[in-house]
């Protein structure tokens, strides 16, 4: 048995799900074990093109079981919305190839208006959340003040519980932003819409891992967002708001004695970033718009406009040191078939100093990049699936990334379909 876990080295959006869907083949079991329907994860293959944003990417793949683990924020709405979203492209779906675990606490509707009423008071200081609710989720939760998925079983338990949260829940809604207060019918209606098209997935998914475990079938986890990302490690205050890492996928699958023997790390070819805070290499103006648009670099979720640059080889050593990553996915090579030269930025200028160290939080949003240039190769790749067949200045960029983040790279991405890539 052999488990691992797919994540982002980054600021998230590298590719994860597009590399999750392909190596799923080789997996029995496919675990989300953080994150909510904050971010998307784009798969396209015979069924179409998906973003998707709660169901694991494994979910197109026949014979593989899909698992929410108790560390994703369950929106019972939006996950119900993508669920009938893909059944309706072709896909099945049924409690045999996607199961919940009844650990997970449930995403209620006034964490979303939270999030909103907490971005809007923020003003020119916002995080750039995407409204989804998941910093007031992680909140409630780390004060034990959520809703379990299993709770939804016991409807006099559920009532009284509800009740309870909503009480103190409202304390903050009026006094503190001076809104609306929700109502106990409001929320058992949307528990009983939402909540009840869930139920049929809820279960013991421990018991279902810890089965698979002893029957020797492998396990792969797969992560939301980036290292950088990392609530405890990454761009302080402008992070998410659970833990992205690798190391973390024990605990947020529910299956805690597992062990993460493969790590694939996946990096884009160049830089991308949704949101606010510290983006060093990032680029404007006319550079910044032609990789945006040669990447189709819009939110998967929001549909915002990416912020891009070169590949920040800084940010992407410390990135592989946090996950521990044993290989590396570098994905949209072939993104960069229109540039003659080739940007890279290797180094930071911090207090007037250069370092190849990432730098504390506060610094950061002082930092320069150092750039260094490569030759470009100037042709159409998406057809190559050799190696040796790609042109000699795609394959030293390849070979150059590789040296410099310390970490091998195994799988390049040349195109989006999923048979558009290179096995090393």
Not at 31 to 44: E, K, L, M, S
Not at 157 to 167: F, G, P, S, T, Y
Request: aromatic share 10%.
């Amino acid at each position: 048995m052999s488990n691992c876990a797919i994540v982002g080295i980054n600021w998230g959006d590298e590719g994860k799900g597009r590399m999750v869907d392909l190596l799923t083949e080789d997996y029995d079991v496919v675990v989300r074990f953080q994150g909510g329907g904050n971010a998307g994860h784009t798969v396209i293959n015979e069924f179409g093109k998906f973003a998707l944003h709660l169901l694991p990417s494994g979910i197109f793949r026949k014979g593989t079981v899909n698992i929410l683990g108790n560390g994703v924020a369950l929106d019972a709405e939006n996950l119900s919305k993508e669920i009938d979203q893909v059944i309706s492209q072709g896909v099945d779906i049924n409690p045999s190839n996607l199961m919940i675990s009844e650990r997970a606490s449930l995403l209620l509707p006034w964490h979303r208006d939270l999030d909103g009423l907490e971005e809007a008071r923020l003003a020119d200081k916002k995080f750039g959340s995407t409204k989804q609710g998941i910093a007031p989720f992680y909140s409630d939760k780390y004060q034990k003040k959520t809703i379990l998925a299993g709770e939804l079983f016991y409807t006099e338990h559920l009532k009284q519980h509800v009740a309870d949260i909503m009480e103190w829940k409202n304390l903050t809604l009026q006094n503190v932003y001076g809104a609306e207060p929700y109502t106990l019918e409001g929320i058992m209606n949307w528990l009983n819409e939402y909540g009840e098209k869930i139920k049929p997935f809820v279960c013991d998914t421990r018991r279902f891992m810890k089965k698979a475990q002893a029957e020797g079938k492998s396990i792969l986890f797969e992560a939301q967002l980036g290292s950088l990302r990392d609530l405890d490690n990454g761009i302080h205050p402008f992070t998410t708001s659970s833990n992205t890492i690798a190391s973390y996928a024990p605990v947020g699958s529910g299956l805690t004695d597992a062990k993460v023997d493969r790590i694939v790390g996946v990096v884009k070819a160049y830089s991308s970033c949704v949101g606010e805070g510290p983006f060093t290499c990032e680029w404007f103006g006319k550079e910044a718009d032609e990789l945006r648009d040669a990447g189709g670099e819009y939110g998967a979720k929001t549909g915002r406009p990416r912020r891009v640059g070169p590949i920040d080889i800084v940010a992407t050593r410390y990135g592989v040191e946090l996950q521990g990553a044993t290989e590396i996915a570098l994905t949209k090579l072939d993104v960069l078939n229109y540039m003659d030269k080739i940007p890279v930025c290797t180094k930071y200028i911090v207090n007037g100093e250069e370092t190849e160290d990432f730098p504390f939080p506060v610094l950061l949003k002082d930092a320069k990049p150092v750039f260094e240039y490569m030759d470009g190769w100037k042709c159409d790749i998406t057809g190559i699936r050799k190696f040796e067949d790609l042109p000699e200045a795609a394959q030293k960029y390849v070979e150059y990334v590789e040296k410099a983040i310390g970490c091998r790279i195994s799988y390049v991405s040349v195109g989006a379909e999923r048979d558009e890539y290179i096995k090393r």
